[in-house]
């Protein structure tokens, strides 16, 4: 079945350094959303992705979708500690199953 | 607008006990997705519901069911509990289509003995 693949599973980062994670899908998505989830906590949205090779900034945040909408990034420029969690992508199958990302846990050191 | 809620937020059962989990979505939404969190598998979707209705359905046993009521309120119910039945069970809201932007609940804390 469908699946969406995410990269790396963990990622330990100094502040200040710069983190990247990516997503790879087997099919076509139609779009895609990128979640986080701070610890104890549950995933909240930050945005979606629709068009080919569309590219959306939030602040240090930057999110890419491929030209074949096949994959997707998400970079944070100079990372915070406030930045701390996992980070979720999330489509749809052809099926209409919803599928999240294996997701990739953040920890910023001070 | 009040976010989703969920209850009860812990839960602890023994195997071979059965347990339900509640759900009340945002106001105005009319679908309801449920999923299953646990440190070794992720987020795994459980079922959707809209309009009463299970649209969709991810890869659980049958012992994970679920229903709509027409308030929109979802609930779940896991049979017949097993130790790796342990995780964060989480419901989202969204507005129309699964597609939409999920808004989660807190979840619900279940620990199987």
């Known amino acids: 079945g469908q699946q969406v693949m995410q990269i790396p599973q963990y990622q330990h980062v100094q502040e200040g350094e710069d983190f990247t994670t990516y997503c790879n899908s087997s099919?076509?998505?139609?779009?895609i959303q990128w979640y986080k989830q701070r610890p104890g906590g549950h995933p909240v949205f930050l945005i979606q992705?629709?068009?080919?090779?569309e590219v959306k900034k939030q602040k240090r945040l930057t999110f890419q979708f491929g030209e074949a909408k096949k994959n997707s990034s998400l970079h944070i420029t100079a990372t915070q500690t406030t930045d701390v969690g996992t980070y979720f992508c999330f489509s749809s199958s052809n099926t209409g199953k919803l599928i999240f990302g294996q997701g990739t846990t953040l920890q910023v050191k001070p | 607008k009040a976010g989703v809620t969920q209850t009860p937020r812990y839960l602890i059962k023994t195997r071979g006990q059965q347990v339900t989990l509640s759900c009340s979505p945002i106001s105005g939404h009319r679908s309801v997705s449920w999923y299953q969190q646990t440190p070794g598998q992720g987020l795994q979707f459980l079922f959707e519901y809209f309009s009463e209705t299970q649209r969709n359905k991810g890869n659980f046993p049958g012992r994970f069911s679920g229903r709509q009521f027409s308030n929109s309120r979802s609930e779940m119910n896991v049979s017949t509990l097993e130790l790796g039945d342990s995780a964060l069970y989480l419901c989202?809201?969204?507005?129309?289509?699964?597609?939409?932007?999920?808004?989660f609940g807190p979840g619900t804390r279940l620990t199987v003995l």
């Open positions: 989202a809201s969204s507005s129309w289509v699964n597609t939409d932007t999920q808004y």
């Open positions: 099919t076509t998505l139609s779009n």
């Open positions: 992705l629709v068009k080919s090779g």
